[in-house]
């Protein structure tokens, strides 16, 4: 397993039904790999790629919908429980 950390977030302007919206990109690295995503504008719990490996996206996105789901066992919430993942 290996531990992904969150090294920032961004605001992204992106179109959602003819509107722009600020999405929040999370911006994920372990070692030197990297993954970047938003939340999908239409699919509940899908993410859309942005940046670094594509391949780590399901796995780090699905850890990231788990932990955000228990966001009530951690002290700092939601960003406590997003900060680290074990993937």
Known sequence: MAKWT????TQDGMYN???????TVYH????????AFHSH???????TFVGGDKVYLRAVSNKFVEQGMKQHAYAGGFHEAINELEV
Do not use: A, M, Q, W
């Open 28 to 35: 994920y690295e372990s070692g030197d790999r990297k993954v």
């Open 6 to 9: 969150l090294t920032k977030t």
């Open 17 to 23: 039904k003819h509107k722009k919206v600020n999405e």
């Open 41 to 47: 504008p239409t699919i509940i719990f899908g993410y």
